[in-house]
């Protein structure tokens, strides 16, 4: 069965407790971690006091790899990944998720895909890259990732999948699952609807359905498959009122309810028929 799970970030600024609170409440099946200047975020005994409260487990741990949180645990980057990794091992998560590196950060971008599986390795954390986006900035478009934004030209043995990003790319998320094949081990459950090429700024991070980004078909591929990873709602809801975050993330998970029971059902009456036969 794939794991519905909430990102903390989805109650941002609020604290990780939040988070567990509101992702129990909900009816998610787990949490991701999103390391942030949060202390509690950073803590393994805090998180797995957490999570034995509330019985969410953790299922992923996200790297302090944004823009806005590039001085969490210090300014080296590999260290970051390291520490992330041993926290995902402490609370019993398989997954990191990572972006790649700025290509500000030369140094870490030559190492990057080696450090990647040479941690994953250590640790027995998967390292899962992210697919991001060029930026837009005044209207221009600038590449700000090294060796890229596009998972399928880097190196690496496993991504994750963020619909929001693809949209923002101008990317097709179902044909970039199909694509990336085994190496897609973890899904941000989000959407989008404007790239950059139609002037698109914004990582809009929208409910599944009220973008363009073919989401349930992703959702159906995955079932398919017998797909082992999970599923994490990264929703923005920044500036929001409780009512409407909660709503927005209730939304989220009965899209995703929704459409992997349907295609689970769909799967076992297949199956069921080709016996018949």
């Not at 990794?85 to 972006?99: C, F, K």
């Amino acid at each position: 069965m794939i794991a519905i799970g909430m990102s903390t970030s989805c109650v941002y600024p609020h604290s990780v407790e939040s988070a567990f609170a509101t992702a129990a409440h909900l009816g998610f099946d787990g949490i991701e971690v999103m390391v942030s200047r949060d202390p509690g975020t950073q803590d393994a005994a805090a998180l797995l006091a957490l999570s034995a409260r509330h019985r969410l487990p953790v299922l992923s741990v996200h790297a302090p790899v944004l823009f806005f949180t590039q001085l969490v645990w210090g300014l080296d980057p590999l260290h970051k990944l390291e520490r992330a990794a041993l926290l995902a091992r402490d609370v019993g998560a398989p997954t990191v998720v990572v972006h790649p590196p700025f290509h500000w950060q030369r140094r870490y971008a030559r190492s990057f895909t080696t450090a990647i599986r040479s941690i994953a390795d250590r640790t027995g954390i998967e390292l899962a890259v992210e697919n991001m986006f060029p930026w837009n900035i005044g209207g221009r478009r600038r590449a700000v990732y090294s060796p890229g934004w596009d998972p399928l030209t880097i190196d690496c043995d496993a991504a994750t999948l963020d619909f929001s990003h693809a949209a923002l790319a101008g990317r097709d998320s179902l044909e970039l699952a199909l694509r990336l094949g085994e190496r897609l081990r973890h899904v941000h459950l989000c959407d989008g609807s404007r790239s950059v090429y139609e002037g698109g700024v914004l990582d809009e991070h929208l409910v599944p359905g009220d973008g363009r980004q073919p989401v349930a078909g992703v959702l159906r591929l995955l079932v398919r498959r017998g797909w082992k990873g999970s599923v994490v709602a990264e929703v923005a809801s920044h500036g929001r009122s409780r009512a409407e975050r909660d709503e927005r993330l209730a939304r989220t998970l009965s899209f995703a309810r929704e459409t992997l029971a349907a295609s689970s059902r769909r799967d076992d009456s297949q199956r069921s028929d080709r016996r018949v036969r």
